[in-house]
Every structure is written in structure tokens, then in C-alpha cells.
């Protein structure tokens, strides 16, 4: 069993920042493609973004393009989200999620093996 636990959300203004941060226990982090995926009330769980194994492959929503970067850190075996240019859009609660021997591409979270518990983020306009 892989433990996620994600950290970092709050609240923030409409045109601010934040960054989240999934640091994971119980398995060989390296092993894993690791994704965010966000889920607003009422509505069904999006892709965020993801990352390969080693990190050199991304993958992005079309929803955050251009304002988040996903990125890793296997030595701390922790995964983070930054998060530029919030909108009243990105409120949700996030997750981090894990694919043994994913690619880094993958974006159907059916797909993933272990998920976090989730941490709420919230942007005020």
C-alpha cells in the first residue's frame, strides 16, 4: 500500500498562488507516475496534470495550461503543484494520485493505483 498525503491548499485570491505538495510512504516512489486531479462539489473528478517516473514527461488539462507546473522530487518522494493565476475556477478539492509504471501521460484516473486524501483549495474573486 503507497500513503499520500497531500498539503498546501487554503485559500487564495483570484490572480494569486499557490503550491501543493504530495509526499508519499510505503513504496518505491520511483516506480510511480504520479498526477493531480481536482474535484469541485458537484462535479466529476478533472486531470490535472501529470508526470513520469523520472519526471522528463508532463502532461496538462487544457483547464490549467500554462498556469500550473507539476513537478517531482524522488529523493524527498514528493510530487508538487504549482498553481499561477488562480481563478474562482481552480476552487476544488485536489489530489494526488499514483500509477505503478504509468507512463506520464495517462489522464483517466481509473488508471491510478493510490490517491491521497485530498486537500481543499479555494479562490476568492
Known amino acids: 500500500q503507497m500513503q499520500l498525503v497531500e498539503s498546501g491548499g487554503g485559500l487564495a485570491q483570484a490572480g494569486g498562488s499557490l503550491r501543493l505538495s504530495c509526499v508519499a510512504s510505503g513504496r518505491i516512489f520511483g516506480a510511480y507516475a504520479m498526477a493531480w486531479f481536482r474535484q469541485a462539489p458537484g462535479k466529476e473528478r478533472e486531470f490535472i496534470a501529470s508526470?513520469?517516473?523520472?519526471?522528463?514527461?508532463?502532461s496538462y488539462g487544457d483547464s490549467v495550461k500554462g498556469r500550473f507546473t507539476i513537478s517531482r522530487d524522488n529523493a524527498k518522494n514528493t510530487v508538487s503543484l504549482q498553481m499561477h493565476s488562480l481563478k474562482s475556477g481552480d476552487t476544488a478539492v485536489y489530489y494526488c494520485a499514483a500509477d505503478r509504471l504509468g507512463s506520464g501521460r495517462e489522464t483517466n484516473a481509473r488508471a491510478y493505483d493510490f490517491w491521497g486524501q485530498g486537500t481543499q483549495v479555494t479562490v476568492s474573486s
Open positions: 508526470i513520469s517516473r523520472t519526471g522528463d514527461t508532463t
